[in-house]
């Protein structure tokens, strides 16, 4: 092996065995601040505070030696990839990092251990959440694209722990301070966010072995009106022809009316847009079924009236475009044109301008 490769190989393997002893001091910060809360150990706690700064100047020195590779051996293909995958994920595990701090904050507010049922819901959150970090690290330091995909789906049992978590919490609430209250949605809100690192953590193992990137978020939108015979249907016609790719619609109603309005079908109709296989459908999700759409827009009245509990990564709009009374005629021309520029509007914050 020439001179030069044996340098750059070495230095590879450097920046891999400084990750990995990153990636255990954090997976180590986590374990202990989450044992902390639980036990109600301040000692522990305070340890993983003052950690905080070993992993901080680690994670500083990998980047370092991370653009030192790239200037020294001007990598190209897989190695430049690696390099410019570690950087990120040691990113990643600084924050994860600061996740665990401020788990172990908590521990030193809590006037008393949780009870045994939020207990529970801390341990099975930690379990999973922990788990899917380890296994995307083991991805990661394997260069193993195919689990780095597997793992990004555990992701989703986590926020359905969350939320069972929050309800529990909530259910506790006449038993507990209102800084304790706080201090555990801290807890649930942290080891949530350990799940999505871990997810950019994966993607990161992703990119490095294969050079693929992640793909563009697909946007879950709900449009509401009350009878789910014009406004709503209207709105999900156009965002399903004009951005196909960048969403997944629906709309729906408290009170569907028997069929949709047939002279909004007939203008759609010139317009290119083919509604007339659609119907009224009844809103009727159930609170984990709501929390899967990034974003829900009421087209007639508050938001409240429709979702009186809006899911926490929900996003709600209200789109006033038919303020005429119920029983004018509805100029289907001018809303048609008021939901195109809303419907472009919104898609284009959240897809940027490229949304398609």
Not at 167 to 188: I, N, P, Y
Not at 197 to 207: D, I, R
Not at 214 to 221: G, I, L, R, S, T
Request: proline content about 4%; charged content about 25%; aromatic content about 6%.
């Amino acid at each position: 092996m020439k001179h030069y490769e044996k340098r750059l190989e070495q230095d590879e393997q450097d920046i891999r065995k400084k990750t990995a002893a990153v990636a255990a001091l954090v997976v180590a910060a986590l374990k202990n601040a989450v044992h902390a809360v639980l036990a109600g150990n301040r000692k522990l706690s305070n340890l993983v505070v003052l950690g905080d700064g070993e992993i901080n100047r680690a994670t500083r020195s990998i980047d370092r030696d991370c653009h030192l590779f790239i200037v020294r051996h001007l990598p190209s293909a897989g190695h430049l990839r690696l390099m410019s995958a570690t950087i990120r994920a040691v990113i990643a595990l600084e924050r994860i990092g600061d996740y665990a701090v401020s788990i172990a904050r908590t521990a030193t507010r809590l006037s008393t251990p949780p009870d045994q049922h939020l207990a529970t819901a801390v341990e099975n959150m930690a379990q999973e959440s922990g788990e899917m970090l380890e296994r995307a690290l083991q991805a990661f330091a394997d260069g193993n694209a195919e689990q780095a995909k597997a793992v990004t789906v555990m992701a989703d049992q986590v926020e359905r722990l969350r939320t069972a978590a929050l309800d529990d919490l909530a259910h506790s609430a006449d038993g507990r301070s209102t800084e304790d209250l706080f201090a555990m949605f801290v807890v649930f809100s942290m080891l949530e966010r350990v799940s999505d690192q871990a997810k950019n953590l994966c993607e990161e193992a992703v990119f490095a072995a294969t050079g693929e990137t992640k793909a563009k978020k697909v946007y879950n939108v709900l449009f509401l009106d009350r009878g789910n015979a014009g406004l709503a249907p209207m709105a999900e016609a156009i965002a399903r022809h004009n951005f196909p790719n960048s969403g997944n619609y629906e709309s729906a109603s408290l009170m569907p009316n028997p069929a949709l309005d047939s002279e909004m079908v007939a203008f759609m109709g010139t317009r290119g847009i083919d509604v007339s296989g659609a119907s009224p459908v009844t809103f009727d999700k159930t609170p984990q079924e709501l929390a899967a759409y990034h974003v829900a827009v009421s087209l007639q009245g508050p938001i409240g009236n429709y979702l009186p509990d809006i899911p926490f990564h929900t996003a709600t709009l209200e789109w006033d475009v038919a303020p005429s009374p119920d029983d004018s005629p509805v100029d289907f021309e001018a809303v048609y044109r008021a939901l195109s520029f809303q419907v472009r509007e919104l898609m284009e914050r959240l897809r940027g301008p490229e949304a398609d």
